[in-house]
């Protein structure tokens, strides 16, 4: 079984910068394809960016491409999301996902597991 814990949101101004983590323990973390969703109230879950079981691959939204970077540190066993120029829009639950499957997905249903989420807020 693999737990992920996400920590590092807050309460943040438009243009300032956050970092995301998101630890993982059962299970080799490089092992697993990873990503990061997030959910605004009133809203579905949606992709944000993901990042393939190696490595080698990601994939970022539309929305958040030149400002998010996803990162991991496999001797930590941790995923990191970086946040840059964030903007109201922005505001959500963000949640870390794993997957066993070997590729890249941004649908909700092929993530595996999921982490309890942390609270983004970004204020105008």
């Known amino acids: 079984q693999v737990q992920l814990v996400e920590a590092g949101g807050g309460l943040v101004q438009a243009g300032d910068s956050l970092r995301l983590s998101c630890a993982a323990s059962?299970?080799?973390?490089?092992?697993?394809?990873t990503g990061w969703f997030r959910q605004a109230p009133g809203k579905e879950r949606e992709f944000v960016v993901a990042?393939?079981?190696?490595?080698?691959?990601?994939s970022y939204a539309d929305s958040v491409k030149g400002r998010f970077t996803i990162s991991r540190d496999n001797a930590k066993n941790t995923v990191y999301l970086q946040m840059n120029s964030l903007k109201p829009e922005d505001t959500a639950v963000y949640y870390c996902?794993?997957?066993?499957?070997?590729?890249?997905?941004?649908?909700?249903?092929?993530?595996?597991?999921w982490g309890q989420g942390t609270q983004v807020t970004v204020s105008s």
């Open positions: 990042i393939s079981r190696f490595g080698g691959t990601s």
């Open positions: 059962g299970r080799t973390i490089s092992m697993l394809a």
């Open positions: 996902a794993a997957r066993s499957g070997y590729g890249i997905s941004q649908a909700v249903r092929e993530y595996d597991y």
